[in-house]
């Protein structure tokens, strides 16, 4: 057992070195990150500004919500996104890389997952700068803290969304085991995520019955749902069946990722790879 | 004038050094340090109109530097160079006309086209005359067997044909002066030969004048009279082939053939025994001594047949390589 | 005048050979027109949204539903030719320069920035510049007035100094790899560059937006490619257009030269990659 914890560490401690070289392109990266969110605040400025009527809200959200929300979606998806995770499976399919996973006594999925925490670790210490230096920048934009339950409610669907996010693409990049070329799903994956995931607009402010039903598909927790628990959009027992529901899939997509791995193994070892 | 002179032409550069570990790469963020390549360092030649020269050298030695700054891909850093009149570097269109490049490490065909498609493009580039651009590419497609290729995508092409098929692309416009950087380079024995055949034929033909550099001793024996040895971005041999030999062959093998199988056992007072098989042997022997040794040997043994050969060339090459390198080594430390 | 049709020519088979391998790969070819095309269309969704609250982007700034969807197809149009002439081949410079493939455009009679900056015609993208054409068509037949020739004429030229100050960019991000090897890619860079070129300039008001405003049209003129042909089309008698139109085709010459200087400067500091 301990020696299983210490092997998981080092993997850890590589990946995290191997990471830090890259630092530079981090940092940069991190701050170009943000220019987007810059003209969305304007956009937004001048949109709420074009509106007629005393009372300017779009689906519940005034002006500083809506600029408050789209800087959460990026924490949010700080946490769920899997840049190349899914194309990397895919890849390491294809290529044969994966029966190394087969030789070593190291379980895959775990393999990738510590090296994605790595990643994501490295990539918080290098990011908490400039996300600090924005959200300072932009604490206008919020009407404070919220209550201490609100925001352990919201670290808790920040971490499922990570791992949400991480057996959904893992799922996904299990596909490679049937099909050789998954770029094309993977781009689909991306758009209709990016989508879903409400990071391109809440979806409250979609028409009957969108909000509703994008609200059921699980893609919502990778950046909506978080958000929408930060800025008290859901509270009492909704955010409780939010939180539930959101373990649900994690379970649900853990359980997909481990059974398509099992059953893609065997059909590759049957072939012969 | 000649065709191409060069004198004192040198180019270094300097290099981002990269250093290992986590805290050298963090250092590394704020002062950079730089190492200065010299890759060349002075270099005096001339060529005549339709000579072919060979460049022989080993890694790194400046062949293929020298080559680009001859074409222009390359500013020197002192010195200067003209080539049919042009100062190669500042890249005229009029001197761009007059001669072509060829790597055979790199390609510049269309990957996923025909190489048919590459040549047209390069019959637009270099405005050649419909009618002449096809006679030279039919024409040259037919000296190097490839005609039936010619609609097939490169990247399904072996890379014999595919050299061919570059030789094709940079021959099109007909140009005068001709460099050539390592076109053999992991081709097979008899693609090799293909090529060389070729080229010997070529440079016949039209009386162009080619630079070649190349690892193959094949190469240089089959096309080149005039060799042109670098070591550490300097010439230190220009002259024929054989010529090498004197000038770095102090060594000759004197061959034997003993008669009744008697085998002298004292042969290694003569020189560097390198075989002995009952009845042959073989010596090495310093260049100046052999008249005397042979001497010897024929005056104290009974000796059926006698023959004096000089090493393999290749072998002789590799120890000027490699003694030059020492001499550097030893000179730095 | 050889010169030109030399150029003609040569570009023409630029166009041929590409449009040849597009279609030896047909299959990618159709999923990059698609998925672009799906881009376009969730961004069209963005908008719908948007307009069932407010019918002006800005308080007074004249840019209506359909005054913005013209501005929205322009900037489709813009990025589209931009993408299908130079977005490629500049990405393959960065490549060439670190490859050492440079070399072989560097030994052609012909102009090696044109050489690099045309060599590959992305033909999908002709699926986004479609769909650009046929929101402006129905964006303009919504508005009160239809535009006139001349306005159609002024569109076109200024639809041209928009994607020459694109490319400028382009040109001058990708050179610069010469001097910095390459952090990000290109394409990261020019997304969030081109962010700002994606909304009316009128939007960038108060403490911070003013000097943005000032910093995207005067030091990198990315505001005006997209800003002056939308603006000369949906709203031709505003009397701003008159300055602003001027200093476009001012900034375009701008923006070329320096690009061309930055190049010729990147040639020199290029150092064959050995072997």
Request: include cysteine; proline fraction near 4%.
């Amino acid at each position: 057992m301990f020696a299983r914890v210490n092997l998981y560490y080092t993997v850890l401690r590589i990946s995290i070195a191997e990471r830090l070289v890259y630092r530079v392109d981090f940092a940069l990266g991190t701050l170009m990150r943000f220019l987007p969110i810059v003209t969305q605040i304007f956009l937004w400025d001048a949109v709420f500004q074009g509106m007629s009527g005393g009372i300017k809200t779009i689906a519940g959200y005034n002006n500083h919500e809506m600029i408050a929300y789209y800087l959460l979606t990026m924490v949010g998806r700080a946490f769920s996104s899997m840049p190349g995770l899914a194309s990397s499976i895919a890849r390491d399919i294809r290529d044969g890389t994966i029966k190394k996973y087969l030789l070593q006594p190291i379980d895959m999925l775990s393999f990738i997952l510590m090296s994605r925490l790595a990643h994501k670790l490295v990539y918080y210490a290098v990011a908490v700068f400039p996300f600090a230096l924005v959200f300072w920048l932009c604490r206008d934009f919020f009407k404070g803290w919220p209550d201490a339950g609100t925001i352990l409610a919201f670290i808790a669907s920040l971490l499922m969304s990570f791992l949400l996010g991480f057996f959904m693409e893992a799922t996904l990049g299990m596909i490679g085991f049937w099909f050789l070329e998954v770029s094309s799903l993977l781009f689909v994956y991306m758009l209709v995520s990016f989508f879903f995931s409400g990071q391109m607009f809440p979806p409250d402010i979609m028409p009957y019955p969108w909000p509703q039903v994008l609200k059921i598909i699980p893609l919502q927790y990778l950046a909506y749902f978080p958000t929408a628990v930060f800025l008290q959009k859901v509270t009492g027992a909704e955010l409780a069946w939010g939180l539930a529901a959101e373990a649900f899939w994690v379970v649900f997509f853990f359980f997909s990722a481990r059974t398509m791995f099992h059953y893609g193994l065997k059909r590759y070892s049957a072939y012969g790879g | 004038m000649s065709l191409i002179e060069i004198t004192k032409l040198a180019k270094s550069y300097s290099v981002f050094q990269k250093k290992e570990g986590l805290g050298a790469s963090v250092r590394g963020l704020f002062s950079r340090s730089y190492k200065t390549i010299e890759a060349v360092r002075g270099i005096d030649l001339t060529v005549e109109a339709g000579e072919f020269v060979a460049f022989l050298g080993p890694n790194g030695a400046g062949k293929t530097t020298t080559l680009k700054l001859l074409s222009g891909v390359l500013t020197p850093t002192t010195g200067t160079a003209t080539v049919m009149g042009h100062v190669p570097w500042k890249r005229e269109n009029a001197y761009r006309r007059r001669f072509a490049l060829v790597m055979g490490q790199k390609n510049q065909l269309w990957w996923d086209l025909p190489a048919a498609e590459s040549f047209r493009l390069h019959q637009h580039i270099y405005n050649i005359d419909p009618q002449e651009f096809q006679k030279t590419r039919d024409g040259l497609a037919e000296m190097l067997d490839v005609a039936r290729l010619l609609s097939q995508p490169v990247r399904e092409l072996s890379l014999g044909e595919r050299m061919k098929m570059e030789l094709i692309a940079a021959l099109l416009h007909g140009p005068e002066v001709l460099f050539l950087d390592e076109p053999t380079i992991g081709l097979d024995v008899v693609a090799q030969h293909n090529i060389q055949t070729f080229l010997k034929q070529y440079q016949q033909d039209r009386k162009v004048t080619i630079l070649l550099t190349s690892h193959y001793m094949k190469d240089v024996m089959a096309l080149c009279r005039r060799v042109v040895i670098i070591a550490q971005g300097r010439i230190i041999y220009d002259g024929s082939l054989e010529g090498i030999l004197d000038r770095f062959g102090g060594l000759k093998v004197i061959s034997l053939l003993v008669a009744d199988g008697q085998m002298p056992d004292d042969l290694s007072r003569y020189g560097e025994v390198l075989k002995i098989e009952p009845p042959r042997a073989k010596l090495r022997v310093e260049r100046s001594k052999v008249t005397e040794v042979l001497a010897a040997i024929l005056s104290r043994y009974a000796i059926d047949d006698v023959s004096v050969e000089d090493p393999p060339l290749e072998e002789i090459i590799a120890k000027v390589f490699s003694d030059n390198r020492e001499e550097v080594v030893g000179g730095s430390s | 005048m050889s010169n030109i049709t030399t150029y003609w020519r040569v570009f023409r088979t630029f166009a041929r050979n590409s449009l040849i391998r597009d279609m030896t790969f047909r299959s990618n070819f159709i999923i990059d027109s698609i998925s672009s095309l799906a881009w376009v269309f969730l961004n069209v969704v963005l908008y719908l949204q948007v307009f069932r609250f407010t019918n002006s982007i800005g308080d007074h700034t004249g840019w209506g539903r359909y005054e913005f969807y013209a501005f929205f197809s322009t900037g489709l149009i813009v990025n589209a030719l931009a993408q299908m002439f130079f977005m490629t081949n500049i990405d393959e410079f960065t490549d060439l320069i670190r490859t050492g493939g440079l070399d072989f455009l560097l030994l052609k009679p012909i102009d090696t920035q044109f050489m690099i900056s045309l060599r590959r015609i992305e033909w999908s993208s002709l699926s986004n510049l479609a769909a650009g054409i046929i929101v402006l068509v129905y964006s303009m037949t919504r508005l009160p007035h239809l535009p006139g020739m001349g306005q159609c004429v002024l569109y076109g030229v200024y639809l041209i100094c928009g994607v020459a100050i694109y490319y400028s960019l382009m040109i001058t991000l990708g050179a610069s790899t010469v001097w910095m090897g390459r952090n990000l890619t290109l394409y990261d860079f020019w997304f969030y560059i081109t962010t700002f070129s994606r909304y009316p300039m009128e939007i960038y008001t108060g403490q911070l937006g003013r000097p943005l405003r000032f910093a995207f049209t005067f030091i990198i003129p990315v505001l005006i490619v997209v800003n002056i042909p939308a603006r000369l089309m949906v709203r031709p008698l505003e009397s701003q257009n008159g300055w602003l139109a001027g200093f476009a085709l001012l900034a375009t010459a701008a923006s070329v030269a320096a690009s061309r200087w930055v190049f010729l400067k990147a040639l020199a500091g290029y150092r064959s990659a050995s072997s």
